[in-house]
């Protein structure tokens, strides 16, 4: 199985050290280009930006081809 995340959900799996468990539950993950942005941005904790900078071969980033811009979230979330 295949699925989408946005930011909040590896930010937090990655700071309490369970980002691996989305490997056992999914083929892999992918994330927009948005939502690697904001992982590696400078606002980022360390870890999440370590984790980030070293990605693991299930996660795969996509580009989107549109991104909803009217709706009022974040980026991550408009491309996931």
């Known amino acids: 199985m295949i699925v989408v995340s946005n930011t909040?959900?590896?930010n937090y799996l990655i700071l309490i050290d369970l980002a691996g468990t989305l490997q056992d539950l999914y083929d892999s993950v992918i994330i927009p280009q948005a939502v690697f942005n904001e992982l590696q941005s400078a606002d980022a904790p360390p870890e999440v930006r370590a984790w980030i900078a070293d990605l693991p071969g299930w996660i795969?980033?996509?580009q989107t081809k549109t991104a909803l811009k009217e709706l009022r979230l974040g980026a991550g979330e408009r491309e996931a």
Request: without cysteine; glycine residues 0%.
């Open 8 to 10: 909040s959900p590896l």
């Open 60 to 62: 795969e980033v996509r």
